[in-house]
T-cell receptor
Framework: AQSVTQPDIHITVSEGASLELRCNYS??????LFWYVQSPGQGLQLLLK??????LVQGIKGFEAEFKRSQSSFNLRKPSVHWSDAAEYFC????????????FGQGTTLQVKP | GAGVSQSPSNKVTEKGKDVELRCDPI?????LYWYRQSLGQGLEFLIY????????KSGLPSDRFSAERTGGSVSTLTIQRTQQEDSAVYLC??????????????FGPGTRLTVT
């Protein structure tokens, strides 16, 4: 069965520091991969997605993610974090040729210290 | 343009009562999804509608849950005889893609359901 693991439940970084949020998935083939962000009381906003092609994808708000097939990973990165990035981040997997329903990780809460 | 909208934003109900949650997808989107977000379970898929095809109900947790989509647009999620474990945020999403196409989903703000 498909699964998504976000090993870090909570991460704290200082403003201006770099950020990496980890995501590992379990799936028999290359899935569709997504990162969403959820601010308190808000719905989910798509940060970026990977369908095929270049394994380094750029998203909104200065985020990027790299698909590594050999490691079954899709880690999210940002070179310099802003206080407004404090939120919960979800990695999600969609199966090709399926209905498109997403399987989500448990989420990582990002706290930004001034 | 307008995003996905959901109503009500908050709903408090007594155990045993029925509730209806509404979702208005982005105009022109053919696919519509319902998810549930709760503390213990994270984000769970509930049901998926695509055009006139039979919905994928594989995520519905019990027969107390049902959903319909009228005219290929608005969707209503109904929970009968609510239980305290139904308390969660119910998220709706829509997507422009058909099967095999884009799976980029756009989410609404959610309905927070509290069962007392």
């Amino acid at each position: 069965a498909q699964s998504v693991t976000q090993p870090d439940i909570h991460i704290t970084v200082s403003e201006g520091a770099s950020l990496e949020l980890r995501c590992n998935y379990s799936y028999g083939a290359t899935p569709y991969l997504f990162w969403y962000v959820q601010s308190p009381g808000q719905g989910l906003q798509l940060l970026l997605k990977y369908f095929s092609g270049d394994t380094l994808v750029q998203g909104i708000k200065g985020f990027e993610a790299e698909f590594k097939r050999s490691q079954s990973s899709f880690n999210l990165r940002k070179p310099s974090v802003h206080w407004s990035d404090a939120a919960e981040y979800f990695c999600a997997v969609g199966r090709r040729g399926n209905t498109g329903k997403l399987i989500f990780g448990q989420g990582t809460t990002l706290q930004v210290k001034p | 343009g307008a995003g996905v909208s959901q109503s009500p934003s908050n709903k408090v109900t007594e155990k045993g009562k029925d509730v209806e949650l509404r979702c208005d997808p982005i105009s022109g989107h053919t696919a519509l999804y319902w998810y549930r977000q709760s503390l213990g379970q994270g984000l769970e898929f509930l049901i998926y509608f695509q055009g006139n095809s039979a919905p994928d109900k594989s995520g519905l947790p019990s027969d107390r849950f049902s959903a319909e989509r009228t005219g290929g647009s608005v969707s209503t999620l109904t929970i009968q005889r609510t239980q305290q474990e139904d308390s969660a945020v119910y998220l709706c999403a829509s997507s422009p893609g058909q099967d095999g196409g884009s799976y980029e989903q756009y989410f609404g703000p959610g309905t927070r359901l509290t069962v007392t």
